[in-house]
């Protein structure tokens, strides 16, 4: 068996997408009292420990949510294949929503819980916003001294540590209890509209924005800013200005 043809096997292998082949049992020789198959298993215990270790890591509040043994024990029954498309696992985890719709569908103790998704779609943007890189800082001089005409047809730019989201479900309020953070009085569960941002080198912020907030924010990047007029010009300034001074907005682009 040629060394690349093992190699693939040892990966496949590994992360659970097959069984140890005979050919690569062959090639691995026992040692002691450990066969050939109870070495492979240890390499397969630890790339699988490594990928749970990363979605626990992910989803500290479905974990809680759900309890640390139900939890495991649904991870290991939805996953029979541990391995990430990138060689970060920090990048790993983002099926989360669409395994836990299925599970609901299949198991009875979780129909009722209609807003696991939500809370997991919100909890993967606040992981990934914890390691995107930092952005520079918004240059004022250099926006204020463009032409008018010039400065209507850019575009702001978001913040790359920082994701728009819309929530089927109140979960922020969730999220926040779970962090110790103070929540509101929500009322009926609705429709919610959430900006996840960078508050510190690795603290993350989950702001509820009103459905104009939402809207407008999520629009910045694509329309002009003299497109983003709205019936009250001096109240919509006040907001970007706001939202460059928390870092929401980061930069401008002129489109040539």
């Not at 294949?81 to 979780?110: C, I, Q, T």
């Not at 032409?147 to 999220?175: C, N, T």
């Not at 929500?186 to 080198?201: F, Q």
Request: net charge negative; charged share 25%; glycine share 6%.
């Amino acid at each position: 068996m040629k060394l690349a043809a093992i190699q693939a096997a040892f990966v496949s292998a590994a992360t659970g997408r097959n069984e140890f082949e005979t050919a690569l049992l062959a090639s691995v020789r026992a040692q002691g009292n450990a066969s050939a198959s109870e070495r492979l298993n240890a390499y397969r215990a630890n790339v699988k420990g490594a990928h749970l270790q990363a979605l626990d890591q992910a989803y500290p509040v479905l974990r809680e949510v759900l309890g640390p043994r139900y939890w495991r024990q649904l991870l290991e029954r939805e996953l029979p294949v541990y391995a990430s498309p990138s060689s970060d696992l920090n990048a790993y985890g983002d099926f989360m929503p669409e395994l836990l719709r299925r599970a609901r569908s299949e198991r009875p103790e979780l129909r009722e819980l209609s807003y696991l998704d939500a809370l997991a779609t919100l909890e993967w943007h606040v992981h990934r916003v914890r390691f995107v890189a930092d952005d520079t800082a918004f240059d004022w001089d250099t926006f204020a001294n463009l032409p008018g005409d010039v400065q209507a047809s850019a575009r702001f730019l978001r913040s790359k540590a920082l994701a728009v989201v819309q929530l089927d479900y109140p979960v922020d309020q969730i999220w926040r209890s779970h962090n110790n953070l103070e929540t509101v009085e929500d009322g009926k569960a609705e429709r919610t509209y959430c900006c996840v941002h960078r508050t510190g080198r690795f603290d993350v912020g989950v702001t509820r924005l009103d459905r104009k907030e939402f809207e407008m924010l999520q629009s910045a990047s694509t329309i002009p800013i003299g497109g983003l007029t709205g019936a009250d010009t001096e109240a919509l300034a006040q907001q970007i200005v706001a939202w460059i001074r928390r870092g929401w907005i980061t930069g401008f682009a002129i489109d040539q």
